[in-house]
Every structure is written in structure tokens, then in C-alpha cells.
């Protein structure tokens, strides 16, 4: 008994073309065109704002960064390409990529946003997981542990900078009542402890963000694997790290990325606290004192640009690593 293979018209009218059940090819359909279209629309405004606030300064201070520009003329410059990043020039490099003093600012941001972070996400995870538990109190708790946050960041390290004065802060005077120290402390004048004491007051005025993130996903997390955990007598300790800290991990990861960012461009409080001092400038601060106090446009222009490239390659590598993770190796 033969079969006979149907006709490319028969094949068509029975829906079993190729051409037509497969996703790839089929059209979109009304619905989705409509949808598509209204989210547009509603971008589109915000994208315009955004263009006007945000790029164009961008794209004005990259071009600055290849002149000569100064806030003297700031109106008559030359071009002079890659001279402000790096130049060779009778035997000497010069440049942002060649001074030393941007590459200490580098190091210092760097080291503050590795310390100040991973303090914060230990210390928010603890916090998170102590506001989890059911206690009497916990919602007047829960909004005292926010008020560090709530405070503005100039206001908080002025506010911290009278705290670790030398002379009349409480800090230093607590010290000595307890016998801790023998004499009063320059906190934020001595090259040993500047750099602590600011990473000590973002990490104060930081927390509760992390502390508020990862208690929003812990509130999210199903009770059945705990009340199994607790039946089979798992120790708490295990629960955590087989069970908890692995769905969370998500959302602290989001946690650590916007804290990273933010870290790395900070500026606010280490310059209030420690104004240009090199032992605690960081990449903002450095390029603050090119444009501001040297009035050198271009230079300042080409230090950060550098450091937006710095954060944009950052953030482009956490999201390209973000959707390959969530679509799979493909």
C-alpha cells in the first residue's frame, strides 16, 4: 500500500505549511502592534527629557575632553585629540592615563567601593534577616532603621564631620570617657584613618538600603521549604545557605550592582569630609578639582569621561551577563 505525498496547495489549505506554523516568520498581531505602539508613546517623552538632561551634557563634555578649553575661554578652544588622556611628548608621558595622582583617585575608589559595599551587604543582610523575624515592635524598628538612609547624603557627613572633629566631636570624646584612646583622633585629617572614616559614615548612611532590598526578598520567599527544613530538623544555620541566601540572590545581586555604581562615581561625602586630600580623593573628586579649582575644561572633561566609560562598561557587562543568564546559553 503506497502513500501519496499531498500537493503544496492541499498541504497549505490543511495548516501545515512550514512556512506558516512557524513562529519565527508569523506576523505580529494586532494586539501586540497596539501595545507596542502605546509603549512608545510613552517612552518617548521620557526619552526626550532624558536626551536633553542627560546626553548632551554627556556629549558636550566628551568633546571638551579633546580641546584645550578652560573656564577662562571657555568659548575659544583648540582641538588637540587624545593629548588630555595620553601623549608622549620629549620623553615624558602626560595626560589623565599618565598622572599619578588619577591613578592613587583610582585606587582609593576602587578600595572604598569594595569595603563600603561588602560591609553594607553584611551588615543589610543581617539586619534583613533580624526584621524577618516575628518580634514585638518590629515595624517601629523597621522604620527607625531607614531614617540613616532618609537623611541627605551632604547633610549626614556634615553632620558626622562635627561628630569626628578633633577637638569638640563626641566621638573622640566617647573614646577617651571609655579609655579606648589616650589622646583625641584627626579623623579625617590623618592619612591612616581618613579613608575609614569615610567609608564608616557611607556605610552608616548606606545600609538600610541593602537592609531594605533584601528584606523585600525575603518577604517574597515561600514558607514550604522552611516548614520542610523544619521537620526534617535541618539546622538553621544550613536552611540559610542551601535555602535562603540562594533565593535572595537575585535581588542582591541588583542590590550590590546599583550600590557598586553609585560607589564608584562617589563624590558628596569624601569631598565634605575630606575636601581634595589625595589620600582619600576619589575619580569624581579628581575630576571636580581639574574642572573647578584648575579650571582646566578639557582635562577635567577627559577625566570623566573616563570615568563614565568606566561605569558604562560595567553596567553594559552586568546586563549582557544578567540576560544570558536568564535566556540560557543560547
Known amino acids: 500500500m503506497t502513500h501519496s505525498t ?102 582609593n575608589t576602587l578600595f572604598f567601593t569594595v569595603v563600603s559595599v561588602g560591609l553594607e551587604t553584611v551588615l543589610g543582610l543581617i539586619i534583613a534577616l533580624t526584621l524577618n523575624a516575628q518580634f514585638r515592635g518590629r515595624g517601629l524598628i523597621r522604620a527607625a532603621t531607614l531614617i540613616p538612609w532618609a537623611v541627605p547624603t551632604i547633610v549626614s557627613a556634615k553632620m558626622w564631620g562635627w561628630m569626628l572633629h578633633d577637638q569638640f566631636g563626641i566621638i573622640n570624646d566617647m573614646l577617651l570617657t571609655l579609655g579606648i584612646i589616650a589622646e583625641p583622633l584627626n579623623w579625617t585629617a590623618n592619612a591612616d584613618l581618613s579613608m575609614w572614616a569615610v567609608i564608616m559614615v557611607d556605610v552608616w548612611k548606606t545600609t538600610p538600603f541593602m537592609a531594605l532590598l533584601t528584606l523585600a526578598a525575603l518577604q517574597m520567599l515561600p514558607s514550604d521549604c522552611y516548614e520542610a527544613a523544619k521537620v526534617d530538623g535541618i539546622h538553621p544555620v544550613r536552611v540559610f545557605f542551601k535555602v535562603t541566601l540562594p533565593l535572595i540572590l537575585p535581588a542582591l545581586m541588583v542590590a550590590i550592582i546599583f550600590r557598586v555604581l553609585d560607589a564608584l562615581r562617589v563624590f558628596d561625602v569624601i569631598y565634605v569630609l575630606t575636601s581634595n586630600s589625595e589620600d582619600t580623593m576619589s575619580m569624581s573628586v579628581y575630576a571636580r578639582q ?41
Open 6 to 107: 499531498p500537493a503544496p496547495a492541499e498541504t497549505e489549505a490543511l495548516g501545515t505549511s512550514p512556512t506558516a506554523s512557524s513562529p519565527a516568520r508569523r506576523r505580529p498581531s494586532r494586539v501586540h502592534r497596539q501595545r507596542l505602539r502605546a509603549a512608545w508613546l510613552f517612552l518617548i517623552p521620557m526619552l526626550l527629557v532624558l536626551a536633553a538632561v542627560a546626553g548632551w551634557p554627556l556629549l558636550r563634555t566628551i568633546w571638551f575632553s579633546f580641546t584645550d578649553a578652560s573656564f577662562a575661554s571657555i568659548s575659544e578652544y583648540n582641538w588637540v585629540g587624545l593629548e588630555n588622556y595620553l601623549v608622549y611628548d620629549d620623553g615624558m608621558w602626560f595626560g589623565v592615563l599618565a598622572d599619578p595622582a588619577w591613578w592613587q583617585s583610582v585606587w
Open 290 to 330: 581639574q574642572l573647578v579649582q584648575f579650571q582646566d575644561v578639557g582635562y577635567g572633561s577627559a577625566a570623566s569621561t573616563v570615568l563614565f566609560l568606566i561605569i558604562a562598561l560595567l553596567t553594559i557587562t552586568y546586563l549582557y551577563l544578567g540576560r544570558k543568564q536568564i535566556g540560557g546559553e543560547s
